[in-house]
């Protein structure tokens, strides 16, 4: 079966991009500057989000009662199938649990693709006025709950009061089972943050404005009845 699922998603906070100062910013924590030409935007990487969202599958499955079908990642040696060789033979039969069956593994190709999402903008930048702000931070002392010298940072987010809009996200490719799709597409609706700073309040969606623009199917368009049923097979399994 083919899916093909179409994502925007709207911030209500600016988003992180990564610690720095302006130009130097190479991190990927969020949101990437990329250049083209001599064009430059943002965008989310499709590993961000990815990883996001599997995350969200993740904790659906162990509240459904899968946990001890789960292998446990991020360690490569204790995902698909190296985490359910231990203690057997070298030629036991390979297993695959159902997160890695959708997203891969380290030893196991995923069979979907996430591809990035790009910034909408909303009005061209003017020169050295970009839609980007630095803010500086300090870390504070565990122990003595004051900050820390010498551990003055910088982090560079989406210009306050934009509220960044990344479209043309998708995530296509084949799947085993429709619940398959369910799941995937309950994980995307547990979405409510991306990036970095979520505790200082960045990075977090919309809850109103949809972030699924259309979900298909081989080919067939899904309607929310059909959703629900299929992800209720989950918890029937």
């Known amino acids: 079966m083919y899916l093909k699922i179409e994502l925007t998603f709207h911030f209500e906070s600016p988003?992180?991009?990564?610690?720095?100062?302006?130009?130097?910013?190479?991190?990927?924590?969020?949101?990437?500057?990329?250049?083209?030409?001599?064009a430059r935007f943002l965008l989310l990487p499709g590993s961000t989000i990815k990883g996001r969202v599997r995350a969200e599958c993740e904790r659906l499955l162990r509240a459904f009662g899968h946990g001890n079908s789960l292998c446990n990642p991020p360690r490569p040696d204790q995902m698909c199938p190296q985490y359910w060789w231990r203690g057997e033979t070298a030629d036991a039969e390979p297993r695959i649990c159902p997160l890695c069956a959708i997203f891969g593994s380290p030893w196991q190709p995923s069979p979907l693709f996430f591809s990035d999402a790009l910034w909408k903008a909303y009005e061209e930048p003017k020169e050295h006025d970009w839609a980007t702000d630095v803010r500086p931070g300090v870390s504070i002392a565990?122990?003595?709950?004051?900050?820390?010298?010498g551990q003055l940072y910088f982090v560079e987010t989406t210009r306050p009061g934009l509220e960044p809009m990344f479209t043309d996200a998708t995530i296509e490719g084949k799947i085993a089972e429709v619940k398959d799709a369910a799941l995937l597409l309950a994980g995307i609706h547990q979405v409510l943050?991306?990036?970095?700073?979520r505790s200082r309040g960045r990075g977090w969606l919309d809850t109103v404005k949809p972030r699924i623009k259309s979900y298909t199917v081989d080919g067939e368009e899904w309607t929310d009845e059909r959703f629900y049923r299929e992800l209720a097979a989950w918890r029937a399994s």
Request: a positive charge; glycine letters at 16%; proline letters at 0%.
């Open 15 to 38: 988003v992180c991009i990564g610690g720095g100062l302006g130009e130097s910013i190479t991190a990927d924590i969020a949101a990437l500057r990329r250049y083209l030409s001599e």
């Open 142 to 149: 565990r122990t003595r709950k004051t900050a820390q010298e």
């Open 193 to 197: 943050s991306l990036g970095n700073g």
